[in-house]
């Protein structure tokens, strides 16, 4: 069990539609389709992949991070430095 | 033909490498691994959509937006109004 | 007191370093130096802004949502939804 | 002359104004203020400074590298190069 798990589902199926954006993509690619409009798409792509980040995240806060630090000691410390640094990546990326 | 024709096999088996990376994010949540380790991949996916990105830019600034240019005219001043609302959309994504 | 005041001193030297940078971007505007100049000094200061806030973002999971969480109740939760929107905000900007 | 002569004002105002939200920021740390409202507003200041970024560029596509490609040469790839990596470097910050 982890802090996503209860929405297993809606996670599996945004990265459903992700994957068929990239496939669009290589469509797009392989039709010589104008630039422009592949940049558009890829725009697309990585906003709903962000999305799936912040919700991942955000069940992590809630779940993972928040039992860690109920239960106290070094693990809660541990807990919040990982996530610190996930965050450092997504905002970085 | 586009200003990335030239690259087109680079581009696709960078968009199918990503694919896999998505499928991959797919197989990770339906297996309960760990939140961090999954929002790692969506920052690798992430960058790699960038970097395809940039690229793409890259050559129709080169090509696209050069070949506009140097005929002149209305077509030259919309294509680069055209550039700019792409780069801000990927900077603001 | 907040989670970010026994590194006050810290964080306050860094926004006087970056409001250094911006009246060092007007300058170079006022004197019409290269654009590509600029940018690159837009980027520095940008990702200095940046790291204020994944620091600040640190000291807040570690202290106040870490303080909260082991208190328990609604208050908790309120917490890290906080958390969670400023975390989304800064991966938009 | 640069690209972005013709709207100087508008850029030192925008830029002064920046300067005052760091400015601003710095008292809020003092006054030890709340994590979350500091997040916010670096945020805005952030988003701010980028925008400067995606106007200086976007003169800079319009005036330099138009003209530099107009003209032809080695001069134009260079100018376009350079665009290309100011891009990355905003997309990465």
Redesign the interface.
Known sequence: ?????GD?DV??KR??R??GQ??G??RM??D?????D???Q??A???A??S???G???????H???EA??E?GDA??EK?????E????????
């Open positions: 069990m982890r802090g996503y798990s297993k996670y599996l990265l459903r992700i994957e990239i496939r993509l290589q690619i392989d010589d389709e104008y630039c422009i592949i940049l558009t890829i725009s792509a990585t906003k992949l962000q799936v980040s912040l991942l995240l955000d069940e992590h806060l809630k993972c991070v928040a630090v109920a106290g809660a410390e919040v430095r990982e996530a610190s996930a965050i450092a990546r997504l905002v970085r990326s």
